[in-house]
């Protein structure tokens, strides 16, 4: 069975990538929570799936648990439902001894762990992700958070979880669509860092539920080694991981919430990295086929929607967190799986760029 650790000094973790493990969740929870209750946070479409039979499995250990279901949807992630959670938690008489368990996707993720940042001035939380973005990007790294009308993710705090366990099994649950927009994030992990993984994706049924094991973990490898160099993003490695991420965020807040599903904007995003890494870092033109393909047997798009305007994406893009003191710190690609942050894109070449997606 894969084991990844983030090594974090004092707060170090491992991530065990097994399918099945859903249904012995509570003999490995109950090695890194001993004689804790459990608060179980988890949106309405995985309750469904998967909440009994985590429930099961934390009572056959004998872990006394009680479950907090939020609506599933990015507006979750927000003062309000936090509050909700930790009222709900206070009234379940849980204290500083118990721990939160995240079961879902990267919105639970992402708002359990604050939850757990804030709950007794802070207590434990172990994720249980179970969509690809959850699994390979969102579970590992400690960043949690909520949204603001500003913007996503403008309020959080770090918090690393005690542990990860991927059940690869609990994807074959998920829309098509919601499947297939994952695998926008392990290209972007493939790309920066492992260009071997590229070319093994080019090789997997984009439409089978069940992802190796080895594959999930090789993608979770190469996000724990960036936030094991650079935890608290402030060395530029971290940063990395926001390939594809600028004219993609642009792109998702340009559009009426659903309309793009963010693995879809970041697909954009990737295409138009790909081309400004051609321009300004060297990068072989030829990759902008092998992108162009990766990301289509995925059914991501390669178009972007007449309707989305040029002038309102590049509006939301200064709300960007990737712009410093007005200058673009963008990442490119000097060659498949080697990334850096540079600071020579312009305005016209984000011009360009955003022209780019519509051919
Ligand atoms: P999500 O959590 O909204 O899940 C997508 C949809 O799938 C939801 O409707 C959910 O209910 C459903 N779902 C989840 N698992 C399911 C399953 N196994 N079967 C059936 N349905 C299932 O979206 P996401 O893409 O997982 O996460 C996106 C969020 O993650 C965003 O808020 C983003 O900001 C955040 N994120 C955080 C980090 C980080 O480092 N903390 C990194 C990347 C993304
Ligand atoms: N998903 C970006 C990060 O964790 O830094």
Redesign the pocket.
Known sequence: MPIVSVPLADRAYDVIVQPGILTDAGREIRRWAENRRCAVIT????A???APTLMASLAAAGIDATLHEIP???A??SFSCAAGLCEAMADANHDRKSIVIAL???????LA?FVASLFFRGIPFIQI??????QV?????????I?LKAG??LV?AFHQPLGVLIDPQ??????PR?FH??FA?VIKHAAIRDSEMLEELASIHPDSPDLSPDLIARNVAI?AAIVAEDEFETLGTRAL?NFGHTIGHGIEAAVPYGEL???EAISLGLRAAVFLSIRHAGLDPAFAGVMDHLLGRFHLPLKLPESIHTEVILSKLSRDKKFDAGQIRFVLLKKAGDAFVSGSVGKEDLLDAIEYLRR
């Open positions: 949106d309405a479409n995985v469904r799936h998967h599933a949807g990015e979750s992630k879902g996707g990267g919105v639970v993720g992402d762990g992700p179970t969509t690809i973005v959850a990007d969102s579970s590992v790294g400690g960043k949690t958070g949204n996503k993710n959080g609990t994807l074959r649950t998920l829309p919601e927009e994952g994030e996000k991981l599903l963010h693995g």
